[in-house]
């Protein structure tokens, strides 16, 4: 079992008649609700956050990419991930994940990701997506062109890293005379590939055929694991192997506190903040960027995303969220991991206007009271020996 940190870096400070007066904090929200000083405060306090969570004994912490949106302020998590190198030293850096057909051209992809390896000492996890839906209005990319590019892009930094440069590339979308980027990765004969997906049936056949690691993204409905999580065991099967736990990973926000009430009350009207004003609109799907059978998968999915639901009870009901006392929250995990199979759990608490203060008195709380024992008792002793002799 492998244990992430997971930050959006949100934009807290929207007005409060967001709700009413805009329509939604992706692509036309405008940039003059930014505020570069704060800008400079947030950043500071969310990587001050990541850092500790290497401290706390997190196996990895994880970064990932979005565009002109107040929902998360990465549009370069490269960038973040460069400063977190230089302020850790045990756990795995996760960015998840480049978004490979907005990048022209993607060996920029390559380079940046093994800079990154070779500066963390071989921590690096490479997370390649297609992208959401917003970016491609974003960036005004072509979406019909999506999966091409991306399946593309990632064959070539594939190769760049694994095969002695220069070389030449051609295919349909790239062309390069001379392959041959400096530095090459720390880690052989690659990173680890993280493929994030919200049901895409092509995603998930395409990560099975490859044996890389699929990765759920939150703010789902639990039946809507269970379901893609079965449909990614029988993909590999056709593949012709087993899935492995570590190939599955479950996003889930988690906030502890020292009671079930109190976490509730601290929790709560941050998650609902995120939800009214961060997820509004944010299902901007353009057309051609995923295939009909998929988008029928995906909209059979809409009412259980959790910007569709209204009540706590919801929340709890479809395991949105993980809210309690460590008590709680380790009773939940126990169960919902062995349920789904999942053998990483990407779970971040600081969601929309959550102060710095209350993120980490949950972080040290899960740590101390609850990451001990949603472990594998095998691989509990063995960290607790580990941690005994050091």
């Known amino acids: 079992m492998q244990y992430y940190f997971f930050h959006l870096m949100p934009w807290p400070y929207l007005p409060p008649d967001f709700d009413s007066k805009y329509d939604s904090a992706w692509v036309w929200l405008s940039n003059a609700l930014y505020d570069p000083v704060k800008g400079h405060e947030l950043y500071?306090?969310?990587i001050n956050t990541l850092a500790y969570a290497d401290e706390l004994g997190f196996d990895g912490i994880c970064v990932n990419e979005h565009h002109q949106n107040a929902y998360g302020l990465m549009p370069s998590p490269n960038v973040i991930a460069g400063a977190l190198t230089q302020r850790t030293r045990r756990a795995k850096i996760a960015v998840i994940g480049n978004a490979l057909p907005l990048y022209n051209p993607p060996l920029r992809v390559a380079e940046e990701f093994a800079m990154l390896d070779v500066m963390s000492g071989g921590r690096l996890i490479a997370g390649m997506v297609v992208g959401g839906g917003p970016e491609y209005y974003s960036y005004q990319q072509d979406p019909t062109y999506a999966r091409e590019r991306f399946r593309e892009a990632l064959d070539l930094i594939i190769k760049a890293w694994t095969q002695p440069g220069p070389f030449l590339w051609n295919s349909k979308h790239y062309f390069f005379r001379y392959v041959n980027p400096w530095p090459r990765p720390l880690q052989k004969p690659h990173p680890p590939i993280w493929i994030p997906g919200v049901g895409s049936l092509e995603t998930i056949e395409f990560v099975a055929q490859r044996r890389?690691?699929?990765?759920?993204?939150?703010?789902?409905?639990?039946?809507?694991?269970?379901?893609?999580?079965?449909q990614f065991r029988e993909a590999c099967d056709k593949a012709g192997y087993t899935a492995k736990p570590e190939q599955m990973g479950w996003g889930i926000p988690v906030y502890v506190a020292e009671t079930d009430?109190?976490?509730?009350?601290?929790?709560?009207?941050?998650?609902?903040y995120f939800v009214r004003n961060h997820l509004k609109n944010i299902n901007l799907v353009p057309p051609g960027y995923t295939s009909p059978r998929s988008v029928l998968a995906i909209m059979k999915?809409?009412?259980?995303?959790?910007?569709?639901?209204?009540?706590?009870?919801?929340?709890?009901s479809g395991v949105y969220a993980i809210v309690g006392s460590p008590e709680t929250v380790r009773q939940q995990l126990n169960q919902y991991r062995k349920e789904l199979g999942a053998g990483i759990i990407l779970t971040g608490c600081q969601t929309g206007t959550l102060p710095h203060d209350l993120a980490r008195k949950s972080m040290e709380l899960f740590a101390r009271e609850v990451l001990p024992h949603v472990r594998d008792p095998q691989e509990a002793e063995i960290r607790r020996t580990g941690a005994a002799l050091a």
């Open 301 to 316: 999915n809409k009412h259980l995303f959790l910007y569709e639901q209204k009540t706590w009870d919801d929340i709890e």
């Open 212 to 230: 890389y690691a699929y990765l759920g993204i939150p703010y789902f409905h639990i039946d809507v694991f269970r379901r893609v999580f079965g």
């Open 261 to 272: 009430r109190q976490a509730r009350e601290e929790f709560e009207p941050h998650l609902w």
């Open 44 to 46: 500071t306090e969310y």
